[in-house]
């Protein structure tokens, strides 16, 4: 019997070493990787510059304190800064915190302008973390049942639906806040339209409310952009980072602009581990080999490989419902729930997921080649087309 705690479904396989889009398991056996840790491992796996940068901050400083100032956090926060134009950055540990700091954020807001109960739309399938806060936000019940009470404050509406967010306007005047996914990631690679993310944010503008988006799945080139917001061209007040931004090192960040400036004084918020000198390092090498190598480019590049092959593979498929996504963060839906692909995947020596019960969804490494896409290709349509007809 396992001392650990039964939190994962685990598949029956252990990783030892990897080395670009490759992994090998125990038995020395070798998988193509096309999920990249949930979209964490950006630069694939052991990636030479990125293991030095560590091993060498490592040598030097791991850990101080927040109570200090930290060199290489400002220097992060410029850089993100930099990239996005956002104003200002607050570093954590994970996705689930960087939107903590969101909705503390937002709520502190709320309150600085005379609303008591502040409240703020969420949509239908978002997925932000686990957190009791978080989790409230998250439109998975699946997710949610059994840890009620949940944390109050949240409205929620269908994703992509303008027009339901106006409704809330009419009625609710505690909204303070959208916290919009540009992209779902656990929902099923959900693709917000350009015309209903511009009006989100122009409603935003109208209310005094901030438009909040979660990018801890869709940023960091993971769309062939720094951040999948740049698609529809709307700067967001606050967004949320994590996954990719530190390789695989723990860290995740609160980006705020506008009206979102300043909002947290000293005392507001904090964190003990948050934003160290070994993962601030990691991140901005993470950023800096993404710049050197073309990564964005590449991501949208290979991206648009893998789904003009999957299109012409399964598209018109009975079975096949649609084949969405933007640069590496690609879903395929199917139309019945389809866990098992994931393990037959697996014996075919490929990683891939599936959400949402019925999406096979990739998240391949930014370093992926051409032969490589390909090979995810060959290997995933027989699979799928298989499937469907058994
Ligand atoms: C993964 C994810 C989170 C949660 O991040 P953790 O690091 O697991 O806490 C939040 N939002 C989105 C969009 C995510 O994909």
Redesign the pocket.
Known sequence: MSHLMNTYARLPIAFTRGDGAWLWDESGRCYLDALAG??VNGLGHAHPRLVKAIADQAALLIHTSNIYRIPHQEQLADRLCNLSGMAQAFFCN??????EAAIKLARLYGHQRGVDIPNIIVMEK??????IA?LSATGSRKAQAGFEPLVAGFVRVPYNDLDAVRAVAEHNRNIVAVLL?PI???GGVNVADIAYQQGLHALCGERGWLYMV?????GIGRTGRWFAFEHAGVKPDVM?L??GLGSGV?I?ACLADGAAVDVFKPGNHGTTFGGGPLVCVAALTTLKIMEDQGLLANAARQGARLKGGFKAALNGLQGVVEIRGQGLMLGIELDRPCGDIVKQALEAGLLVNVTSDNVVRLLPPLILDEAQADKIISILVPLIKRFLSA
């Open positions: 949930i979209a994970s996705g689930a915190e960087a939107n978002a997925w932000h973390g686990r957190t978080t996914e779902q990631g656990e979660d990018e801890v799945q869709s949320a994590a996954k723990p995740g």
